[in-house]
């Protein structure tokens, strides 16, 4: 067990004199370096970033440092001076801000600072005000982009403070990298990376960690900061993980030689150090992180098409002598930079410099560059649409099983239906292809979070527009978010199709259709499908129950269609508040007039009453299972207990071991699994589709509820991963069932 208070009063450098009698200053070509605005090429490496780290202070001054993104392009640039992104929490940034982007499996850091220029829900907007490339030997240290390394044995916390809340201390042991925010006097902020062999900061007590300064660029923007305020704040990674520590706190530098001894490497310490008393450590899931699938196989950037900033660094220093006194003559730096093959010397040149650096600290083993690194990642199946059973094709777009899309129009159908028209928003749009009846899960940004909700297409397939209907459910964030906010011009992201409630390739001649309230749009896309086909003699049947009149969902085109197609199509309405609800009888009285053909399918959609007498009364008509089909839609908005603990988990596949990772509290073992490249099945991410069924072979779950696992299937010890927490440490098995 560490013992409290273990450190007696380090000496403290307090003065700009002291801190640069050991770290130096910094040469004229790292001040030149940085520009006023985005460039082109700072503009290149924003469009294929997907994460970010941000620190800012909120409005009451609390310091934070967080990781956001999740996508590449997430951070939109509307000028070379302003960008805009959204920020998920309750986080309320103010004033200066500053950022490092980070682009996966490349070393070279973009940083950026700016001070926020307005707020907008989660939307935050802030104006550029310098940006410049950072070395790449806090991602070489910290071997970021490497296959994780096994995490050791997790030290006892002795004490009361913060670093003993559950997960902290484990988490710190295994995270080699992390964003530090500080800022000066005046609120100037900066955020730099902090990498280290093993744990980037390191446990002296419960109250107090250390984390070792060794030689950089000389810039020392956070030892100088410190020095004018002494708050801060990290966010801390590790390989592998989607979780993210926060840790803030007040800092002094020392250069006591005893502490500085215990963080040598190969006989060489660092030449200062942060002492940090924490004020508060905690360990969440984090979205961004999770989407961005950073060990992903694959996820890496390939060097051939990676912005190359080295390259945008010398640009950054040509731009900037061209404005300053006594720096290299600005011609003659970009005369060199024009030189055919100069950007690949200069890389050579930067590696070489890291790797020498780099040794002199005390590292070795280092592969500097980074860039398109592919040697030593695992080879797996694919966890993005690979390791989806069947649902239909694909999703569309590469690297990513979502699918950002445009809203095109909204449709008013009934005072609570709306029906969204989507259309594809990638650089090369294509149809939506998928069966009649099955369903798409929308994905929107919802309060700086992404919330997932599953709609049945409404449209024919093959369109370069998608349809989905969504009924106003009260209460129900996604569907108020639909009807309150979502406007044509708005974006969303899809993933689908899923399900296996749709018509066959080859369908029959005769379909009956059953549906009450929005079970009525995925009737709707198979009665649009077969009656697109105007040489076609089939024969559609639809009861469809509705509240009133008003609430009719497609009801002058279901009138239009039948008078166009008498032969083909009929549709009896059922008026709850005139009629009362369809029981039994009256679906029999309706099939047996119909007089359906032996061979017809029957289709039903609606509450769970509608449908067990619609099948009630099948089965008693002699009507054999396999003509019978059903969707039971499932929505929950939680787990019944709230996990707040990092947990293990273990894959396996047919009782072979595939990986093991760590879900993140409030994440899901679906979410856990492909963050960490697991090739994990699923496909709606909502529980209603049971693509994403695993066997739960030990330790305990929650899962919401209700959800489509029939009660054998939970008998046998299945669980849906996309809708399951682990209450324990668990193995999955994600063999076929």
């Given at each position: 067990m560490q013992r409290e208070n273990q450190v007696s009063a380090p000496r403290r450098l307090t003065t700009v004199d002291e801190v640069e009698a050991t770290v130096g200053r910094p040469a004229p070509a790292v001040v030149l370096k940085q520009i006023s605005s985005l460039d082109e090429g700072c503009r290149t490496v924003l469009a294929r970033c997907p994460i970010a780290a941000l620190g800012y202070r909120d409005a009451d001054g609390t310091s934070r440092t967080t990781f956001i993104g999740g996508v590449p392009g997430f951070a939109h640039v509307h000028s070379p001076t302003r960008i805009s992104f959204s920020l998920p929490g309750a986080g309320d940034p103010r004033g200066p801000v500053s950022f490092f982007f980070l682009l996966p499996g490349v070393g070279e850091i973009l940083r950026v600072n700016g001070s926020v220029a307005a707020r907008k829900g989660a939307e935050t907007t802030v104006d550029i005000q310098q940006a410049y490339v950072h070395c790449a030997q806090a991602v070489l240290r910290s071997r970021l982009w490497q296959p994780p390394a096994p995490a050791g044995p997790v030290t006892g916390v002795a004490g009361d403070g913060p670093l003993c809340r559950p997960g902290v201390a484990g988490f710190l042991a295994a995270a080699p990298f992390l964003a530090l925010s500080t800022w000066d006097a005046s609120g100037g902020s900066d955020t730099s990376p902090r990498g280290d062999r093993g744990a980037a900061a390191?446990?002296?007590?419960?109250?107090?960690?250390?984390?070792?300064?060794?030689?950089?660029?000389?810039?020392?923007?956070?030892?100088?900061?410190?020095l004018q305020d002494d708050r801060l704040s990290f966010a801390a990674l590790v390989p592998g993980r989607s979780g993210v520590l926060h840790v803030r706190g007040r800092a002094a530098i020392t250069d006591d030689p005893a502490l500085l001894e215990t963080m040598a490497l190969r006989g060489m310490p660092p030449h200062l150090a942060l002492l940090i008393d924490v004020e508060h450590a905690e360990v969440t899931g984090n979205d961004a992180v999770a989407r961005a699938r950073l060990w992903t196989p694959g996820a890496h950037l390939d060097r051939s098409t990676a912005p190359n900033l080295i390259a945008i660094a010398g640009e950054h220093l040509a731009a900037g002598s061209a404005d300053a006194e006594g720096g290299p003559p600005a011609f003659l730096l970009k005369l060199v930079g024009a030189v055919p093959g100069v950007s690949g010397l200069l890389r050579l040149a930067a590696n070489r410099l890291y790797r020498s650096g780099l040794r002199k600290e005390g590292y070795e083993d280092l592969e500097p560059g980074g860039e398109g690194r592919r040697r030593g990642l695992p080879r797996r199946r694919p966890a993005d649409g690979g390791g989806t059973k069947d649902a239909g094709p694909k999703d569309a777009g590469t690297g990513s099983p979502l699918r950002e899309v445009r809203v095109t129009e909204v449709r008013r159908q009934t005072p609570t239906a709306v029906t969204l028209v989507l259309e594809d928003a990638g650089r090369n749009p294509g149809p939506f292809d998928f069966r009649p009846g099955q369903f798409f899960t929308l994905v929107a940004d919802i309060g700086g979070r992404p919330v997932r909700r599953a709609y049945s297409a409404s449209s024919a397939p093959g369109s370069s527009r998608l349809e989905v209907t969504v009924k106003h459910v009260e209460g129900g964030r996604f569907s108020g978010y639909v009807h309150r906010s979502l406007r044509a011009g708005d974006r969303l992201a899809v993933r689908g199709p899923s399900g296996s409630f749709h018509t066959e390739p080859q369908p029959p001649d005769e379909i009956v259709l059953v549906a009450a309230g929005s079970g009525v749009t995925p009737m709707m896309s198979m009665i649009r499908t077969r009656l697109a086909d105007r040489q076609g003699r089939d024969r559609i049947a639809l009861l469809y129950s509705s509240r009133s009149t008003d609430e009719i969902i497609f009801a002058e085109e279901l009138t239009r269609l039948a008078k166009d197609h008498p032969g083909r199509l009929s549709v009896t309405h059922v008026l709850t508040s005139r009629d009362g609800r369809i029981e039994a009888d009256g679906v029999r009285r309706w099939i047996t007039g119909l007089a359906p053909a032996r061979d017809a399918h029957y289709y039903t959609c609606g509450p769970e009453p509608l449908m067990d007498a619609v099948q009630g009364v099948l089965a008693g008509l002699g009507v054999p299972a396999g003509l019978v089909h059903q969707e039971r839609f499932a929505s929950a908005a939680g787990t019944g207990a709230e996990v707040t603990v990092p947990r293990e988990m273990t894959v396996e596949e047919d009782g072979h071991a595939v990986g093991t990772v760590v879900v993140e509290p409030g994440q899901t073992l679906l979410d856990a699994g492909l963050a960490a490249g697991l090739p994990m099945p699923y496909s709606c991410t909502v529980g209603n589709c049971g693509d994403c069924m695993v066997r739960l072979r030990s330790g305990e779950v929650t899962q919401n509820e209700p959800n489509c696992l029939t009660p054998q299937q939970r008998a046998d010890g299945y669980v849906l991963a996309c809708v399951s927490c682990?209450?324990?440490?668990?193995?999955?098995?994600?063999?076929?069932?």
């Open positions: 390191r446990i002296l007590d419960s109250r107090t960690l250390v984390i070792p300064d060794r030689k950089g660029n000389k810039r020392a923007d956070t030892l100088h900061n410190l682990p209450l324990s440490k668990v193995t999955l098995d994600i063999a076929d069932p």
